[in-house]
């Protein structure tokens, strides 16, 4: 079968005429597999003019005998690797055996013949080198020789017209002369040389143009690109002057700099130990105070290692031993705490010299409903009020107006109901004066008791508008005999208090209004410095849906200016706008200017400082700083003892889990502290979450968690929102008065637990004996001490004063009757519900229970 297969693989091509050759190649595998192919052998064709047979070609004339070359030292060739001995197989060899020694023959055989290709490659191209070599200095000396020949025929006069030039073939001959020598050799090829010509102009653009209109007519077209390009500067002409010449790679040539360095260079002198200033904070990890040493950490390790510490480089290590490690390196080190990162400027104070006058900020408290906003806005020649809920002022509002005098004032209006103490204090912090406002008409209540309180607190001069002059109800006298109860005696009745009679809707007392505030801010002399690093204090802050995070601030000293960067609270940014209380862009803001500012990373707490830092670094440093500290109180643990721990364990006070999200952040502080009051012994309000923005999709989704309503103090969900409060049937919760959305969740969590059971004694009576009443129950003989015994109430059962049982009266006689009620002094008999323990002696108290609406 394989002999048929061999035949059909070298059978010849069959055809009826033999144009080629059929010839055999046979290919050799591996493992002993071989294979024949039939290949053709084609007849090489000569071709001739049309016309003419083809002549055979001419006999090989002999060269003729070329002169004798000069001797060349032939290199030696290595000499062909001698034939292995081939080792004769000891007796008795099994097949492992034998195939174990030929592995290693074969092995030693590779070796042997890698040893050898070794050799042969490092004498191949130490005569490739030496024939480099000597090409070189060929050249050279050509090139030396062709310029000497230059000089010569530069120096030489000019020939004569009619000398006859040179026969070409003379010239031919004698170019030839020197290099026939080279042809009879086969050994060792003749150096080439390289004849210096000059480089050819490129060819002006004229004569390029003219040179295509004549190879559009007769020139090839390989002509033509050839001209066209021959002047053209390629990259590879740019970079390479002598083409055909390969260039040394980037590598050889850094390795040739690098050998020639260290040839050069010597033994490297010893570096000298640069002695640092290190920072080291309280706690720091090993890796960054090798990176602040200039040392390897593993040096650092090592260390440590000796002094017993089994460390890594990245764990962190106290400042104690990280001073051990700086003094053993030989550096200086500069202790630092967590605190020193933060920015303290209350012993920042500026010189005397620096400052001018400033405007003052006036804020305005009292009570609600007695006229603060309107005054305000007869102040301003505006109208605010009208866009209030519900008429009340719920926001702190910061306003600066322009008297006939050209002074400017700064005003803050307060909001004046309960809920907003934290606001009216923030107010009478960052003032210089405080105008009371009582309505006279009213009298002093208790939010004017509270200003008067926060205003002593502060330290701040007082200023008592008496409003509503133009009512007939309007009696001034009464309100400052009611100040007389609170220290504050006017001017009027021999103090040192200004009062002003005002009318915001007549607007009479105006004027003196302002001429008493000018008047008390002379006195003060407020005074600030323009020219440094702003200061603020937030007076409100608020998430924009258009513009973000935006804070309301009062410049307190230095000039705010656009591209600032601050930090304030646990917030960095940079200021990118600027915004007045008319809605103006400004480029910068001075002392005692409420502007509103553009680009918080985040929404503020109101009351921060914002402190203008020297870049964003400082500013990320201190943030991050703030919000850990932040942290930490939040999550820090209240001190505990046994007896908290085991009320805590037995209360059972009912939560009432909410989210609030409201517009700005006083708002929320104000409803916060509000829904906390609500709080009593039997149920506390618990905050999930309280924010500044639109209600989101994460508040409902911890909403939907907690079973717990959304309160949106105006503010309205966004669209993904609305989607997830359907899918998940959330209660929402809308308001914008404060003081509906304290009743509504007042009257929730007094429905969270439900009518308020009350209970009446109505008697009691003492067990004097026991009788079987059927098969199972038991009747107890009383005699009533108080009261009366009425059929269907409840009752305790008593033994010792401890409860038996609650149960209730299911049956009541008097001797065999069946009776309604059984009074003092008299003798009945009782069947209980749902029990038996009844012995001579316990007492039984019958009580009434009255369920009612609860109230907090």
């Known amino acids: 079968m394989s002999d048929d297969n061999d035949n059909q693989r070298t059978r010849k091509p069959l055809g009826l005429k033999r144009s080629v050759d059929a010839g055999e190649v046979k290919q050799t595998f591996s493992h002993g597999r071989t294979n024949k192919v039939v290949v053709e052998v084609k007849r090489r064709r000569v071709l001739g003019k049309p016309g003419t047979e083809a002549a055979a070609p001419p006999p090989p004339t002999p060269a003729p005998p070329p002169p004798a070359p000069a001797p060349v030292a032939e290199a030696p060739r290595p000499a062909a690797p001698p034939p292995r001995a081939v080792r004769p197989a000891p007796a008795g060899e099994t097949p492992q055996e034998r195939v174990k020694r030929l592995q290693l023959e074969a092995e030693e055989e590779r070796l042997r013949m890698a040893e050898e290709a070794r050799k042969r490659e490092d004498e191949e191209r130490q005569r490739a080198e030496e024939e480099e070599r000597r090409r070189a200095e060929e050249n050279r000396r050509a090139q030396e020789e062709a310029e000497r020949q230059r000089a010569e025929v530069a120096s030489a006069p000019e020939p004569a017209a009619a000398e006859p030039a040179p026969a070409p073939a003379e010239t031919s001959a004698a170019e030839e002369a020197p290099v026939a020598p080279a042809a009879k050799t086969d050994a060792v090829p003749a150096a080439r040389r390289f004849t210096p010509v000059e480089r050819p102009e490129p060819k002006r653009p004229v004569e390029v143009k003219a040179k295509k209109k004549d190879d559009k007519r007769a020139a090839p077209i390989d002509e033509g690109k050839d001209a066209r390009r021959s002047g053209k500067l390629t990259v590879t002409r740019a970079l390479n002057e002598d083409e055909g010449r390969r260039a040394r790679s980037l590598a050889a040539l850094k390795r040739a700099r690098e050998k020639e360095r260290r040839g050069q260079g010597g033994p490297s002198k010893p570096r000298e130990k640069q002695v640092r200033d290190v920072v080291v904070p309280e706690a720091i990890t090993v890796s960054e105070l090798a990176n602040r040493m200039a040392e390897k950490g593993a040096d650092l390790v090592k260390a440590l290692f000796n002094l017993g510490m089994m460390v890594t480089v990245n764990q962190t290590i106290d400042q104690d031993t990280a001073e051990l490690l700086v003094e053993e390196f030989g550096h200086n080190i500069t202790r630092v705490s967590a605190s020193d990162v933060d920015i303290d400027n209350s012993e920042d104070m500026d010189p005397e010299d620096t400052l001018v006058e400033r405007p003052p900020v006036v804020t305005i408290m009292g009570h609600v409903d007695h006229g603060k906003t309107s005054l305000l806005d007869a102040l301003r020649g505006t109208d605010v009020v009208k866009g209030e809920a519900g008429g009340i002022t719920q926001h702190i509002g910061a306003y600066q107006i322009t008297t006939k005098g050209k002074q400017k004032i700064t005003f803050l209006d307060t909001p004046g109901h309960a809920a907003f103490t934290e606001m009216r204090m923030r107010g009478a912090n960052v003032t210089d004066?405080?105008?009371?406002?009582?309505?006279?008409?009213?009298?002093?209540?208790?939010?004017?008791?509270?200003?008067?309180?926060?205003?002593?607190?502060?330290?701040?001069?007082?200023?008592?508008?008496?409003?509503?002059?133009?009512?007939?109800?309007?009696?001034?006298?009464?309100?400052?005999?009611?100040?007389?109860?609170?220290?504050?005696?006017?001017?009027?009745?021999?103090?040192?208090?200004?009062?002003?009679?005002?009318?915001?809707?007549?607007?009479?007392?105006?004027?003196?209004?302002?001429?008493?505030?000018?008047?008390?801010?002379?006195?003060?002399?407020?005074?600030?410095?323009?020219?440094?690093?702003?200061?603020?204090?937030?007076?409100?802050?608020?998430?924009?849906?258009?513009?973000?995070?935006?804070?309301?601030?009062?410049?307190?000293?230095?000039?705010?200016?656009?591209?600032?960067?601050?930090?304030?609270?646990?917030?960095?940014?940079?200021?990118?706008?600027?915004?007045?209380?008319?809605?103006?862009?400004?480029?910068?803001?001075?002392?005692?200017?409420?502007?509103?500012?553009?680009?918080?990373?985040?929404?503020?707490?109101?009351?921060?400082?914002?402190?203008?830092?020297?870049?964003?670094?400082?500013?990320?440093?201190?943030?991050?700083?703030?919000?850990?500290?932040?942290?930490?109180?939040?999550?820090?643990?209240?001190?505990?003892?046994?007896?908290?721990?085991?009320?805590?364990?037995?209360?059972?006070?009912?939560?009432?889990?909410?989210?609030?999200?409201?517009?700005?952040?006083?708002?929320?502080?104000?409803?916060?502290?509000?829904?906390?009051?609500?709080?009593?012994?039997?149920?506390?309000?618990?905050?999930?979450?309280?924010?500044?923005?639109?209600?989101?999709?994460?508040?409902?989704?911890?909403?939907?968690?907690?079973?717990?309503?959304?309160?949106?103090?105006?503010?309205?969900?966004?669209?993904?929102?609305?989607?997830?409060?359907?899918?998940?049937?959330?209660?929402?919760?809308?308001?914008?008065?404060?003081?509906?959305?304290?009743?509504?969740?007042?009257?929730?969590?007094?429905?969270?637990?439900?009518?308020?059971?009350?209970?009446?004694?109505?008697?009691?009576?003492?067990?004097?004996?026991?009788?079987?009443?059927?098969?199972?129950?038991?009747?107890?003989?009383?005699?009533?001490?108080?009261?009366?015994?009425?059929?269907?109430?409840?009752?305790?059962?008593?033994?010792?004063?401890?409860?038996?049982?609650?149960?209730?009266?299911?049956?009541?006689?008097?001797?065999?009757?069946?009776?309604?009620?059984?009074?003092?002094?008299?003798?009945?008999?009782?069947?209980?519900?749902?029990?038996?323990?009844?012995?001579?002696?316990?007492?039984?108290?019958?009580?009434?229970?009255?369920?009612?609406?609860?109230?907090?």
């Open 433 to 856: 004066i405080v105008i009371l406002v009582v309505a006279g008409d009213d009298g002093l209540m208790p939010q004017t008791i509270e200003a008067i309180n926060h205003t002593k607190a502060a330290g701040v001069p007082m200023i008592v508008a008496i409003t509503k002059s133009d009512k007939a109800e309007f009696n001034p006298q009464k309100i400052r005999e009611r100040l007389l109860e609170h220290e504050i005696v006017v001017e009027a009745m021999s103090g040192d208090v200004q009062d002003v009679e005002v009318s915001a809707k007549t607007g009479a007392g105006l004027d003196q209004l302002i001429e008493a505030i000018g008047l008390q801010a002379e006195l003060l002399e407020l005074k600030a410095r323009p020219d440094r690093d702003a200061e603020a204090t937030v007076i409100e802050a608020q998430l924009d849906k258009g513009r973000g995070p935006v804070a309301t601030v009062l410049v307190t000293r230095g000039t705010l200016k656009r591209g600032d960067t601050f930090v304030v609270g646990t917030q960095s940014g940079k200021v990118r706008a600027i915004v007045d209380d008319k809605g103006q862009q400004l480029k910068e803001a001075g002392p005692s200017m409420p502007v509103e500012v553009l680009g918080l990373g985040g929404v503020p707490s109101a009351g921060d400082h914002l402190t203008v830092v020297e870049n964003e670094q400082r500013a990320r440093e201190v943030a991050k700083y703030r919000q850990e500290i932040a942290t930490e109180k939040r999550t820090a643990l209240a001190p505990t003892n046994f007896d908290t721990m085991f009320s805590s364990l037995s209360s059972n006070v009912i939560e009432f889990p909410v989210v609030v999200r409201a517009d700005v952040q006083g708002s929320v502080e104000a409803i916060v502290n509000a829904l906390h009051n609500l709080s009593n012994d039997e149920i506390k309000v618990r905050v999930l979450s309280a924010g500044v923005g639109a209600i989101t999709e994460s508040d409902v989704t911890l909403a939907g968690a907690s079973k717990a309503p959304i309160i949106g103090f105006n503010v309205r969900p966004n669209a993904k929102a609305r989607d997830l409060l359907k899918r998940d049937n959330v209660r929402m919760m809308y308001y914008d008065v404060i003081y509906h959305l304290t009743d509504a969740i007042a009257k929730e969590m007094a429905g969270e637990l439900g009518p308020e059971r009350i209970e009446t004694v109505v008697g009691r009576a003492e067990v004097k004996q026991v009788f079987p009443a059927g098969k199972k129950d038991k009747a107890a003989g009383l005699l009533v001490l108080e009261g009366a015994i009425r059929k269907g109430l409840f009752a305790r059962l008593t033994r010792q004063d401890v409860i038996v049982s609650a149960t209730k009266i299911h049956s009541l006689r008097r001797f065999k009757d069946d009776v309604d009620e059984v009074r003092t002094g008299l003798e009945c008999g009782v069947v209980l519900q749902d029990t038996n323990d009844i012995k001579a002696g316990d007492m039984l108290e019958v009580f009434s229970v009255e369920e009612r609406e609860r109230t907090l």
